[in-house]
């Protein structure tokens, strides 16, 4: 058993333009994205390749009609806005009013971190070269989820599986998972409900706007489980599970242990390997009263009459996953999840300030309690939901996350070298390596790119031509660097993998 599985996330930043309130969010966006590919020399030449996307089709067996889909889930649409493909093998690109990072494939959670974090430098990198265009105001950046106007967006995790895994399976063992573990990766929030109407802190920025259990939709009726059925892989061999419920975060840690921890239970999922669900009364109900106690306290019903609490919810998992480590064995990133999960629950029942350091909504939380026995706030009061706001800011000048870091207070766990280093360099191990070294290569020989394929503009050929990496491993530096090293051009690259 093991945390590595193919796998990686999606950021969509919130955004403000400084002094202008009424500023239209899709061209602010529009101005960072093309502001960083004009400065790092990225061609506008290849774009996003939407022809095998398929995001109405559905988990339980069905295409939803594009005729009652709402436009926002048509995002195999070419809306026309800024959208380029980065040296790393990652996606940058605007997503309505959001600039959106997509990270490239990983396959393990610590290259999440570092894949994920190098997309926050790649935003603030953007932003700081739009505000040197002629006309354009500073914009600021916030790796969050709320606007305080009852507007949410999304930070997605996206996890391969097997495809003969059923989906009632999926479903029921990870809606109990899905909605106790915003303990750990909650990026808390002041105000409680869409409209933030309640004074209160809570854990999860994306709680309150989850309305049902299972669904198609993430713009709005967000489900738990997301149903999109789209693997951007063999369909035959495998599954995407679309993750649509964790909160962006800032903390290493947090990041890790969200794609660690479900990586594991994955792992059992796929072994049939977890006893009976613990099936929740009501999943979202029990979703939003987890969220709304910062003491961890509060008991959600079971559908069975009994109660339980989110720390049971989650010792539940673990428990089962250290068996299964035992039975099946294991690896050093796996051992070190598992008891980086353990830890943090144990210290987490003891008193959640112990985890001050290392989760996003303790840190968060914790600034918030000092201004306000200091300056004797009350939760209503606009300076804490400045200071809210002000915790995202990307700018390593600006945003509190990174003062908290600069000062020492927040544990790391990549060095900011190796992260740096991820913002040109793509992932040795998965497909994204020949994605990312095509582009760096042969830009402007490429006319078109997406995870599953590369289409190269040749000469001599009458038409484009479509290299498919349906295999997510394979396309790796173990594969093709040798490759790379001998070809001095795109038509003999294409020539050498196709015979053509």
Same mark, same amino acid.
């Given at each position: 058993m093991s945390v590595r599985r193919v796998q990686g996330s999606e950021v969509e930043y919130g955004i403000a333009v400084q002094g202008q309130p009424q500023a239209n969010p899709m061209v602010a966006a529009t101005h960072v994205v093309n502001a960083y590919a004009a400065a790092n020399g990225l061609t506008r030449r290849a774009r996003w390749d939407y022809e095998e996307e398929s995001?109405?089709?559905?988990?339980?067996?069905?295409?939803?009609?594009?005729?009652?889909?709402?436009?926002?889930?048509?995002?195999?649409?070419?809306?026309?806005?800024?959208?380029?493909?980065?040296?790393?093998?990652?996606?940058?690109?605007?997503?309505?009013? #959001?600039?959106?990072?997509?990270s490239p494939e990983v396959t393990n959670p610590l290259d999440v971190v570092r894949w994920e974090k190098a997309g926050e430098l790649v935003m603030a990198r953007g932003a700081r070269l739009a505000?040197? *265009?002629?006309?354009?105001?500073?914009?600021?950046?916030?790796?969050?989820?709320?606007?305080?106007?009852?507007?949410?967006?999304? $930070? #997605?995790?996206?996890?391969?599986?097997?495809?003969?895994?059923?989906?009632?399976?999926?479903? %029921?063992?990870?809606?109990?998972?899905?909605? $106790?573990?915003?303990?750990?990766?909650?990026?808390?929030?002041?105000? %409680?409900?869409?409209?933030? $109407?309640?004074?209160?802190?809570?854990?999860?920025?994306?709680?309150?706007?989850?309305? *049902?259990? *299972?669904?198609?939709?993430?713009?709005?009726?967000?489900?738990?489980?997301?149903?999109?059925?789209?693997?951007?892989?063999?369909?035959k061999k495998y599954r995407r599970l679309h993750v649509i419920i964790g909160d962006a975060n800032l903390s290493e840690t947090s990041i890790y242990l969200k794609h660690g921890t479900t990586s594991l239970v994955l792992a059992m999922i796929e072994a049939d390997a977890l006893p009976a669900p613990l099936m929740l009364a009501d999943p979202v109900r029990a979703l939003h009263q987890i969220s709304y106690d910062p003491t961890l306290r509060t008991a959600v019903k079971l559908a069975d009459g009994r109660t339980i609490t989110a720390l049971e919810l989650q010792g539940h998992y673990l428990e089962h996953a250290k068996k299964f480590v035992e039975t099946e064995g294991s690896d050093e990133q796996t051992d070190d999840v598992l008891a980086r999960w353990e830890s943090t629950l144990t210290r987490l029942a003891d008193d959640p300030m112990n985890l001050v350091r290392e989760l996003d909504w303790v840190a968060k939380l914790a600034l918030l309690e000092q201004y306000r026995e200091r300056d004797g706030l009350d939760w209503d009061h606009a300076k804490l939901h400045l200071i809210d706001l002000q915790y995202h800011d990307i700018r390593p000048e600006r945003g509190l996350y990174h003062r908290l870091v600069a000062g020492g207070r927040i544990e790391r766990l990549l060095d900011d070298e190796t992260i740096a280093a991820a913002v040109t360099e793509p992932p040795h191990d998965t497909r994204a390596y020949f994605r990312g070294r095509c582009l760096e290569r042969f830009a402007a020989d490429i006319a078109a790119a997406s995870w599953d394929s590369v289409i190269f503009d040749l000469p001599g050929y009458d038409s484009l031509q479509r290299v498919p990496t349906m295999e997510p491993l394979k396309g790796t530096a173990e594969h093709v660097d040798g490759l790379f090293g001998q070809i001095h051009s795109a038509t003999e690259l294409f020539r050498a993998i196709t015979g053509r």
């Open positions: 995001p109405l089709r559905d988990a339980r067996g069905f295409d939803l009609g594009r005729d009652v889909a709402d436009p926002s889930q048509l995002t195999d649409e070419d809306m026309g806005l800024a959208n380029i493909i980065l040296t790393n093998g990652a996606r940058l690109y605007v997503d309505h009013a #959001h600039p959106e990072y997509s505000a040197r *265009v002629p006309g354009v105001a500073p914009i600021m950046l916030y790796k969050n989820n709320v606007d305080n106007k009852g507007a949410a967006y999304g $930070s #997605h995790e996206n996890y391969l599986m097997r495809r003969d895994v059923p989906f009632l399976s999926i479903v %029921q063992q990870l809606t109990p998972f899905f909605v $106790s573990r915003q303990i750990i990766t909650g990026a808390g929030r002041v105000g %409680q409900r869409q409209d933030g $109407s309640v004074h209160a802190f809570q854990i999860s920025q994306r709680s309150d706007y989850f309305e *049902v259990e *299972v669904g198609l939709e993430t713009t709005l009726k967000r489900p738990i489980i997301n149903t999109r059925d789209e693997p951007h892989a063999d369909p």
